[in-house]
């Protein structure tokens, strides 16, 4: 059994908690209407969860926050706030209350979150071990950056990673918004369990819902059997949300109540289905622009927003450029089988001096083009000032590179996977002569996706135009 502390100057709140808390679940409740008296009361109990009003005569919610954090760090804050107030409530958020919730509430959501909170002290104490290991790293392995506002941002993931709270990542495109999200699952308690990136770009609208909530067999043509959603697929991990900007105004319904409530319909089901979900959103548009234009909800924008972790561009941090390029060039010396030892004095100039409007993923690509191209042991402007199609990454290159089998096998495997997609891409591309809407249909992708991969691997259709088709 749990314990409970409702916090509030009125009585009929408390009264209503009460209700809501004896009707419904086990867990022990204590309530208290004079915020004088918490002090007292964390000296004889100790709680699992403590439920408080933001704003009340005495200590506001804050202070109540506060004060137990420092008594008793494992006790999950809840706030409890009007709609007026939220950016209150969201401060509170930041300084480490497990969530908040607007009144009026709805008795299903406030128990979510209770739920929630208890889940997640859970899921902290089965993970000792595990965090034990992981405070005692202090830096993340694959993030590469020594300059303060990279510093910064680490600090930033350890921090946000311990908490279950929802984050927003912002920044332009290449500044590693998935490589962070992914850092954060795998920095918290939920980094056993799995997980689950869903572009909200690249999903046709009319498959969306189905994709992210499931289907029972039979609720449209085609629905041949039962199948499970992306939701599902990430219940007690994390669901990462990319490119949300794009998703459609109905499914924008649909989310809002999965990450108030937790609960959603699987497709063609009348029954509520629930999920414990830690939700991390990216985007690199400016959401607040598309909030004043009405194409996205502010409420989700609000529920989203809750930790903004704003990644910067490269531009902002030339500095990292070196430690960055040596980074990627051991990268590709080891998937290459190459051994190049540094870069030209001229081509880090260079590199330092020019813009990368695609940033760290457009740096990686010139690097791996440089590797590729180079045959001394220094990579020259000129490796990597080579077009695009010098991009030759054959599979059947694989079998001679031993390193690919003796690296780990998610990275070996991630890095044949962009082998393949450039391959497989340029020569689509070749073939259609830098027609993307032909190249799409030939290949059977979606032409957004198609040129999301385009993107990913730096080829510029362009660069195929003056090829003559196979
Ligand atoms: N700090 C970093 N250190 C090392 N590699 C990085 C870093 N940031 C990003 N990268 C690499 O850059 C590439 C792009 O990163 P990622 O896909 O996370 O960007 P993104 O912000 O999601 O881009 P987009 O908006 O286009 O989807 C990846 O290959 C990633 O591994
Ligand atoms: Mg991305």
Redo the contacts with the bound molecule.
Sequence with gaps: MSSILALDDEHDMLALLSRIISEKSSHELTTLADSHQLSQLLEQKRFDVVLTDLKMPGKSGLDVLEEIKQKSPRTAVIIMTAYGTIESALQATRKGAFDYITKPFRKERILHVIEQALNWQQLQQENIFLRQKLEEKTTLP????STPI?RALFDQIHKVAATSATVL?T????????????ALHSQSARSAQRFIPIDCSTIPESIIESELFGHVKGSFTGAIRNKKGMVEEANHGTLFL??IADLNPAMQVKLLRLLQEGEYKVVGSNSISKADIRFIA???RNLPEKIRSGEFREDLFYRLNVINIR?PSLDERKE?IPL?VA??LDKYNRLYCKNIKRVSEDLMRNMVARAWP????E??HAVERGVIMASGEFLELSDISAGAMSLKASPQEIGECSELFSMPFKEAKDALI?RFHSEYISRVLSRNAGNVSKAARESGLKRQYLH?LM??TRLDSKTFKKNQPD
Aim: hydrophobic share 35%; charged share 35%; proline share 0%.
């Design positions: 694959e993030l590469v950056g990279m990542i920044g332009q495109s290449g500044t590693g918004k998935e490589l962070v999200a992914r990319d490119e990216a985007t690199n990644l990292d960055l980074h990627f695609g940033n760290i993923r740096l990686e962009e999301r993107r990913e």
